[in-house]
């Protein structure tokens, strides 16, 4: 049987057809999100905005109008899955090096090759996931400039490598920027290409992170999302091959993993977080407040005991009341501040549930302990298996809008 | 609802009682009352909502409400 940098044409052709259809759904869905942008965010941008909508219009029709070719190209791969006496019209670039997939067949219009069209549109869907996060960040922190820069960068270098009729790869001006100065710094061009996309890698990480940061915006959850899946779905192709694109698809895997590792925005960039441990993990995706309620007990009160009685997605106060009635008095207090010092007072008078904020971000509760140095601990119940984490107090003055613990 | 479009604004803190308010909000567009009751514990003031003004998942921050009914219940109090 013909294979494709080892791969078993079959099985490979099933995960094409799997990953295609995935991303034409959430492609259809960026481009909504990129038509939404342009109309509702970026007037606010002013002159820049307006030209910024114009390039999001256009970067959301290529999109829809590629989401033919996407389906005409799934429905290719879903033959040689199925017509395994077919397998031959897909054969090995050979040499262990990713090269163009030539199919052989009648793929209505699609063209010889796709992997310069497979990796054009992700790099379209990823440039996109930028983006939006970069749209989400500059309108309300007034940082995002990055994210917005080198992913429109990455979607016109896709859209490039996705709508010309031939078989390149577009390299953005990002890379194409790093690779030549790295070469006049007297790197070889071998390594220059890959100082590149250790760079690229690099500003994708920081802004895959950041479209975790702004992940209760609906739009960058969508792009998010789309990003993460992207990512899996590359590893999932290219996982039996060889070379540069098995390499970068990890790394875009290790890019997903990590932002599944965060419960949200407050762990960008805190260090040291050990996962598992002295933490209770919530049992439910919006059972957050119960299990920080356990913690606030020392377990004497289960997270689904109090689960029962308040429900997800519940805020902390909520605490106080069950909590009580359960204690058999008033033994819990607490309150929404109105303000990062009023928060940081609290958080330095013992162990309290912590409801965090971020705007335009769902929140989310955890309990927080003060530590001698001036720290504090922070067992998050948010990620799979719970997290443990240390920070300061400009950290709690910026995220902890309310807190429940025990009353004086 | 969607995250991204969630707006509040606070119309009207009126006092109903010793430490008490009536907040009426306009949350995306829909009128909203809550109580808000303000309380002092580990030294600082705050204030607790029933019900709670906002959905969580709509990402809105309850601190700019605690804020205005603070706001209200300092300037009255001497």
């Not at chain 1, 959850?221 to 290219?238: F, K, L, N």
């Not at chain 1, 929404?336 to 509760?365: C, I």
Request: aromatic share 6%; proline share 4%; charged share 20%.
């Amino acid at each position: 049987m013909a294979n494709f940098l080892g791969a078993d044409t079959a099985v490979l052709g099933g995960q094409v057809t799997a990953a295609c259809g995935k991303a034409a759904t959430r492609a259809d869905q960026i481009a909504a999100s990129l038509r939404s942008i342009a109309d509702n965010k970026c007037p606010v941008f002013g002159p820049n905005g307006e030209t910024l909508a114009t390039q999001l219009r256009e970067l959301a029709d290529g999109l829809s109008s590629g989401l033919q070719r996407l389906a005409a190209f799934k429905a290719t791969a879903q033959r040689n899955a199925t017509e395994q006496d077919k397998a031959s019209g897909i054969q090995s670039a050979g040499g262990g090096q990713s090269g163009p997939m030539e199919t052989g067949t009648d793929d209505g219009g699609w063209g010889n090759s796709v992997w310069d069209e497979v990796i054009g549109f992700l790099n379209m869907v990823g440039g996109g996931a930028e983006v939006v996060a970069g749209v989400g960040l500059l309108e309300f922190y007034g940082v995002g400039a990055i994210p917005i820069v080198h992913g429109l960068d990455t979607m016109y270098a896709g859209y490039r490598s996705w709508s010309e009729p031939n078989d390149e790869i577009y390299e953005t001006y990002t890379g194409k920027f790093i690779r030549e100065q790295a070469i006049e710094a007297g790197y070889t061009p071998n390594e220059a290409a890959w100082i590149s996309t250790g760079a690229e890698l690099a500003i994708g990480l920081g802004s895959g992170l950041a479209a975790k940061w702004a992940k209760g915006i609906k739009l960058a959850t969508t792009a998010g999302s789309a990003a993460d899946e992207a990512g899996e779905s590359i590893a999932r192709v290219a996982g039996a091959g060889g070379g540069s694109i098995d390499d970068m698809a990890r790394g875009a895997d290790d890019v997903a993993r990590a932002a599944a590792e965060e419960s949200g925005p407050w762990m960008r960039g805190v260090k040291g977080v050990e996962y598992g441990g002295e933490v209770v993990a919530q049992s439910r995706e919006l059972s957050c407040t119960s299990a920080a309620g356990e913690m606030l007990t020392g377990g004497a009160v289960k997270e689904a005991q109090i689960l029962s009685v308040i429900g997800e997605d519940q805020p902390v106060t909520r605490l106080i009341g069950v909590l009580n009635d359960m204690s058999g008095g008033p033994n819990y207090a607490g309150q929404f501040f109105d303000n990062g010092a009023q928060a940081l007072e609290a958080a330095r008078g013992g162990p309290m549930a912590a409801q965090l904020q971020v705007p335009f971000t769902k929140a989310h509760t955890v309990f927080i302990e003060p530590l001698s140095d001036g720290r504090f601990l922070v067992r998050d119940p948010g990620t799979t298996a719970g997290a443990v984490y240390k920070v300061g107090e400009a950290w709690i003055k910026q995220y902890v809008a309310g807190g429940v613990w025990r009353a004086e | 609802m969607s995250a991204n479009k969630s707006t509040a604004q606070v119309d009207q803190v009126t006092p109903v009682a010793d430490g008490t308010y009536q907040v009426l909000l306009t949350v995306d567009g829909q009128r909203r009352e809550v109580v808000a009751t303000v309380v002092a514990s580990r030294g600082v003031e705050g204030v607790t909502f029933e019900p709670y003004p906002f959905d969580l998942s709509s990402g809105l921050d309850p601190r700019p409400v605690v804020a205005a009914v603070l706001a209200v219940h300092r300037g009255e109090t001497p």
